[in-house]
């Protein structure tokens, strides 16, 4: 935890905080804090600052803001990920946050099973501890914000609207050989413009679902010869795309 | 399962092999295969070819082998790896093994726990099917070299030996703003050379660390402002050092 993250309705009302669940716990066991002690704080969907402990009793710990003015910046990458195996997935949501990812959107495929769609993890209640994990390592305050969408070709068709200059759109496709540096670096908008990511289901995309990417504007980009597991290539993307963007 | 991995010692003595084990589980009850199917498979640092399934008996795959003549390369990237979590170490060996790496070095440091050098999974048959997993997702026959060092300093004075032009050696600390991508551009040997990258435990190197890294040649690289949970941090490492020295 390199941000202690407090929940909106926390902050109001005064500049005190009584923090009494798994944050104090942390606080106390895994940073060993002491009245006095600094901590780094932020507040979920708003700004990150610092505050001074001021009391711990009886394993509750009250904190005082001292200052909350830094704003971190919105992630320049959406993400299309068709849903992977429930267990994947929740696996898949700190990391996800810990990198930076402004939508999540999750969709069916032809290969993605149809049982998944029932699974408690799509349920944002059994989302958001995990997303707000990964933001208090990764010291960031923005929730990705997810949606749900059963039709990959409703999805890509419709909801996501027509392509534009300033969103590139690509799609991962085991053996291309285009890199994402490469695609991102001839892309003219790359110093403002925002990334849209495709994933494909465990087994890949269809030759179907290819053509519909295509339609819809999005570019094949390549992860080389080796061929990773779907969280670990999830992983290895995203940093990949950050990493073009210069998101560093 | 993208390769099917055969041992050195089941490939003797004729092209049949007998498939006994999860491998012929996964063949039959993921992959469906039929008599007459081909399969790619590998041997255990050895080639890797093309098999066809001749028989299937009471659960029991036989295959024979058509070819065995793509030797897969080498990976270029050696790690040191400062010990994380038992728990989190086991769920890394496959990702490393898929993202490709030639030898792992395990190794203590400040804020290693000293009780992680009796963990189970520093036992080489504990490790063995996490990486053979790894290799066979990713279409590899090349384990990696996996050591165990308690003394870190021990290890980067001594055991590594002196700095040479072929090698670039290189640690990954946060904050840094040098990107890994900047560090391979400018290193005259990127075409041939091998990458030896250091990632340091949970708390990161202390500065005494960071002084031996420097007096054995170690760069520091960064990962950009984000701080990233130790495993997530490792395969998004791997994956920018693989990125640029083109390995894809």
Redesign the interface.
């Given at each position: 935890m390199?941000v202690v993250l407090l929940e909106p309705d926390e902050v109001v009302g005064g500049s005190l905080v009584v923090l009494r669940d798994h944050r104090a716990t942390h606080l106390r066991e895994v940073l060993g804090v002491a009245v006095g002690s600094t901590l780094r704080v932020g507040v979920v969907e708003g700004a990150m600052g610092v505050a001074e402990v001021v009391a711990i009793e009886d394993g509750v710990i009250t904190i005082a803001l001292r200052s909350l003015d830094e704003t971190p910046a919105p992630s320049r990458l959406d993400l299309l990920l068709c849903l992977p195996r429930p267990k994947v997935l929740a696996r898949l949501l700190?990391?996800i946050a810990?990198?930076?990812v402004h939508r999540l959107l999750l969709s069916g495929a032809w290969r993605v099973e149809k049982f998944y769609f029932d699974a408690t993890i799509l349920d944002p209640n059994e989302q958001r501890p995990l997303l707000l994990e990964g933001l208090a390592?990764?010291?960031?305050t923005r929730l990705p914000v997810v949606s749900v969408h059963k039709s990959f070709a409703w999805l890509v068709r419709t909801e996501l609207g027509p392509a534009t200059d300033d969103v590139l759109r690509l799609y991962a496709d085991p053996g291309e050989?285009r890199?994402i540096?490469d695609a991102i670096a001839q892309w003219p908008a790359r110093a403002t413009g925002r990334v849209l990511l495709a994933i494909g289901p465990e087994g890949g995309f269809t030759d179907r679902e290819r053509r519909e990417l295509g339609a819809a504007s999005f570019a094949r980009v390549?992860?080389?010869?080796?061929?990773?597991?779907s969280d670990?290539a999830t992983?290895?993307l995203l940093?990949?795309v950050?990493?073009a963007l210069a998101?560093?």
């Open positions: 390199n700190s990391p810990q990198l930076g390592q990764a010291k960031d050989s890199s540096r390549g992860l080389g010869s080796r061929v990773l597991r670990v992983i290895a940093t990949l950050h990493d998101e560093r």
